[in-house]
């Protein structure tokens, strides 16, 4: 069975500060991962995909995202935070990447962004 | 990437009656997959629709709560039928294959 786990339901940095959002998966196949931003009131969008090519991603917004297939991982970083960076993140895994196959979710990580 | 149409992108409705919310894709897709998003919850799949059959539900959501159609390729709806303030979350479709990773802006329904 596939499943995600992010490791921290709320983190909080200072503006300016290096942002890391964790995140571990598991899945018997092959993944597609990915990472999702939702703002407040806002719908869902994407940051960034690992598929099968090279293991650091790099996504919008000076997001990137290291597959680290030995850890089972795949934590998204970002260098500087910005106020415009709180929002909710989602770490998301396919378990074929073929994409004939749902989605599944963590629970997500709510990022703050203190001034 | 997809274009994903969603309606309608808000309602709120009264208890005991039927939404139908429909889900349009710019391309042809095999699978069409419809999530919740309860409020501060993460995405739960509802149901698996592949065009031609009969859509395959997760454990908790059944046909006759959250029927769906598939006429073709491009297009699918989801039915909340008999809603109760329980069913009131963003319901997001999303299609698979090439196109996969992709939502619509969601339907944000509101049950009074």
């Known amino acids: 069975a596939q499943s995600v786990t992010q490791l921290d339901s709320h983190v909080s940095v200072s503006e300016g500060t290096p942002v890391l959002l964790r995140c571990n998966y598991s899945s018997s196949y092959s993944p597609s991962l990915f990472w999702y931003v939702q703002h407040p009131n806002k719908g869902l969008q994407l940051l960034l995909k690992?598929?099968?090519?090279?293991?650091l991603v790099k996504g919008i917004n000076g997001f990137e995202a290291e597959f680290k297939k030995s850890e089972t991982s795949f934590h998204l970083t970002k260098p500087s935070a910005h106020m415009s960076d709180a929002a909710e993140y989602f770490c998301v895994v396919s378990p074929h990447r073929s994409g004939n196959t749902p989605l599944v979710f963590g629970k997500g990580t709510r990022l703050s962004v203190i001034a | 990437s997809a274009v994903i149409s969603q309606k309608p992108s808000r309602d709120i409705c009264q208890r005991g009656t039927s939404l139908t919310i429909q889900c349009q894709v710019d391309?042809?897709?095999?699978?069409m997959f419809w999530y919740r998003q309860q409020p501060g919850q993460s995405l739960t799949l509802i149901a698996t629709?592949?065009?031609?059959?009969?859509?395959?539900?997760e454990s908790g959501f059944v046909i006759d709560k959250f029927p769906i159609s598939r006429p073709n390729l491009t297009f699918s709806t989801l039915t909340v039928s008999n809603m109760s303030p329980e069913d009131s979350s963003i319901y997001l479709c999303s299609p698979g294959g090439e196109t996969e990773a992709f939502f619509g802006q969601g339907t944000r329904l509101t049950v009074v």
């Open positions: 629709a592949n065009q031609g059959s009969e859509a395959t539900y």
């Open positions: 690992y598929t099968s090519a090279a293991t």
């Open positions: 391309s042809q897709v095999t699978m």
